[in-house]
Each structure stands twice: as C-alpha cells, then as structure tokens.
C-alpha cells in the first residue's frame, strides 16, 4: 500500500537505521511489511533474517532491472514495502526512488551528509520528472543532538536548499546501535517513542492507510 524508499548518496547516514525502526513500529502494531533490499552488504536483510525474530518477507534484489516490479509485486502483498539502499549514487538507487510513494533521506550533523541530501533531493526530482509525478521526499535526521550549534547550521543550510524534514528526529542514542546486536526494535524509552512518532508522521503525510484501521480499531 505505501512503499517507503531510504535513499542517500552519503554512506552511514542512517537509512539502515530509519528502515529498522519504521519496520518495528509497523511490525509492533501487528501489520505486514514487505522488505527489498538493494544494498549489496545485505546489512538489513541479514539482520532481518539472522538477527531479529521478526517475521518479515524480505527480498535481496541486487539486479536493478527488477527493483520496481518486485516492490510492485511486494506492494500487492504487504501494508508496506520498505526498499533500503546502498550509500551511493547508482541506477539501483534511481530505481528505488522512482517506485516509491515516498523517500526518506536520513542526514547526521555533518557537511558531507548535507551535500549528499542536496545530491539525492536532486535525483528524487529528475527521478520524478522521469516518472511524470512528483515523488514526496523528506529529510530525516538521525544521530542527532538537540540544542546544538551544528545542528542548528545543518538545518538551516538543509531548508536553504529547498528540503524539508520530518519534525520527528532519531536523537543521538546508544539503542539504535544495540539494536543491530540484539535484533530488538526498543518497546520503551526515547527510541521506541522516536519510532512510533516517525510513522505516525508518514501517515499524517497520508501514506501507510491501514493507519486508519488501527485508530479505529484502538
Ligand atoms: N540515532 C542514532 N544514534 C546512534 N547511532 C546511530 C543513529 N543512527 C544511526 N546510528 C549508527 O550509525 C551507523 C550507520 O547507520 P546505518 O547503518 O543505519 O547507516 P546507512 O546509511 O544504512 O549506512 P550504509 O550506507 O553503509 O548502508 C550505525 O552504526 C548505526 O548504529
Ligand atoms: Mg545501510
């Protein structure tokens, strides 16, 4: 029903991360998720299938040519599809952008991560110029430390550059790497609060409709 691309060009942003803490949040509220994994270090589809006791239907394509109809394929299957990428520019990554409802490019507090969310919002545009309709992309901000100078810079050079990010942000904390060792998306505390409003805030966008059922139902 909505699929979700994690694409920057910058290595180590964090779009692994991102992609984890949505797909746990989901996962927690009890709905279907398909995942593509495009990165050829299979980093979350190796934690998915070895280290997390999710059960997810993940896919590893590392053919570019079949990126969009197996997130099609998957669409058709799942209340979501999350597709990750590798951290540089590449035809995968163009394709992966262009199938999404909506891109997500996560940025720490640095220059290089700001100039290579310039350089993605960049391939979001002319990827959606190519695809005839505009492709909603968001920064995300991740690693990141409130009520700092760099921060204050990094976001301010990101909104001079035309990007918009999404208001929640992955603060600066040790769970998100615990979770790559114990496979547990945290149910409390900071990270499991940053998770949920995270996609809470894809759905207010208007993606991720079986949203709906669930505040209907609870
Ligand atoms: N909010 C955070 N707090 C602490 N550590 C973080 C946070 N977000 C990401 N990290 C850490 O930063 C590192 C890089 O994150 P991640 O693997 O998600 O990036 P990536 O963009 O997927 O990298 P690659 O381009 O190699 O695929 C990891 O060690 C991860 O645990
Ligand atoms: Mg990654």
Request: hydrophobic share 40%; proline share 2%.
């Amino acid at each position: 029903m909505s699929i979700i691309t994690m694409a920057t060009t910058k290595g180590g942003a964090g779009k692994t991360t991102v992609a984890q803490m949505i797909i746990g949040a989901v996962h927690q509220l009890g709905y279907s998720i398909g995942v593509i994994d495009c990165d050829a270090n299979c980093s979350l589809s190796n934690w998915l299938n070895e280290i997390s006791d999710m059960a997810i239907d993940v896919q590893k394509v590392h053919d570019e040519s079949k990126i969009v109809s197996e997130a099609r394929k998957m669409n058709r299957k799942h209340d979501m599809v999350i597709i990750d990428t590798a951290g540089a520019q590449s035809q995968a990554t163009l394709f992966a952008i262009g199938c999404a409802d909506l891109v997500l490019i996560p940025v720490q507090l640095s220059n290089s991560d700001v100039i290579e969310a310039i350089k993605t919002h960049k391939l979001v545009e002319s990827a959606g110029e190519l695809a005839g309709r505009e492709i909603p992309h968001r920064v995300v901000y991740t690693d990141y430390t409130p009520k700092t100078n760099i921060a204050k810079q990094v976001r301010k050079k990101i909104r001079k550059n035309g990007l918009d990010a999404m208001d929640t942000r992955l603060h600066h904390l040790v769970a998100y790497k615990e979770l790559t060792f114990t496979g547990k998306i945290p149910k409390k505390g900071t990270a499991a609060a940053q998770g949920q409003l995270l996609v809470q805030e894809v759905f207010q966008m208007g993606h991720l409709p079986f949203m709906y059922e669930y505040a209907q139902a609870s």
